[in-house]
């Protein structure tokens, strides 16, 4: 294994408090929606390109207004998250630190652009970190990202952390690795290696 590309939802933070407030407050703005966001809401939409997460939310919406509310409200959330910040897991920046050591680290999410860059921004983590991609750069999918990453930074055995079925198939895409984050959002049956928390990633590799 020469490195480790991670998730960022679920599996290095928690970001749903301040998601919540970004999109309630912009909401706010807007007429035709109704209907509330709750944090279980967002976490069950969380790994979804931002398309698929406005079209699961929003159903009532038509595509003008929700392209429309999902633009305006990327660009508040990456505001939000680069001064408030979310949550990070236990012992993340510790584990950073020992595994950057050993091997390169990247970041690949289905998020829009300007959202890894306020994790770095909020939490000072950029440092243990190669290089990341997300398809609100590429418009890819996460699949195509990670092999992007591979190609780009001229890997030839990382493995893939995350915690959802659509990071064990973008893996499975990309023919590498999968680890299973446990105690993040999702819920998968098939990986290679399962870990209870981000301390355990020192154990396996």
């Not at 969380?46 to 699961?56: D, F, S």
């Not at 959330?77 to 680290?105: A, H, M, P």
């Not at 959802?164 to 973008?170: F, L, P, S, V, Y």
Request: hydrophobic content about 35%; proline content about 2%.
């Amino acid at each position: 294994m020469d490195s480790i590309i991670f998730d960022l939802d679920g599996t290095l933070w928690d970001s749903t408090d301040t998601v919540l407030l970004a999109w309630n407050t912009l909401m706010k703005d807007y007429e035709s929606i109704t209907r509330t966001i709750t944090k279980k809401d967002l976490q069950s939409v969380m790994g979804l390109q931002v398309p698929e997460i406005g079209k699961k939310l929003f159903p009532e919406l038509n595509e003008t207004d929700r392209n429309r509310f999902l633009e305006e409200s990327c660009q508040v959330e990456n505001t939000y998250l680069g001064e408030q910040g979310g949550i990070l897991f236990d012992r993340v920046e510790d584990v950073l630190k020992s595994l950057s050591q050993k091997f390169k680290l990247f970041i690949v999410s289905n998020c829009q652009d300007g959202y890894i860059e306020a994790f770095y921004q909020f939490h000072q983590l950029e440092k243990y970190f190669t290089d990341y991609e997300n398809p609100g750069r590429t418009g890819l999918s996460k699949g195509e990202n990670i092999k992007l990453i591979m190609e780009r930074n001229h890997l030839t055995k990382p493995v893939y952390v995350g915690d959802t079925e659509g990071d064990r198939k973008a893996a499975q895409f990309a023919g590498i690795p999968f680890v299973y984050a446990k105690y993040g959002f999702g819920q998968v049956s098939e990986y290679d290696y399962k870990i209870d928390s981000i301390d355990d990633l020192l154990k396996i590799f």
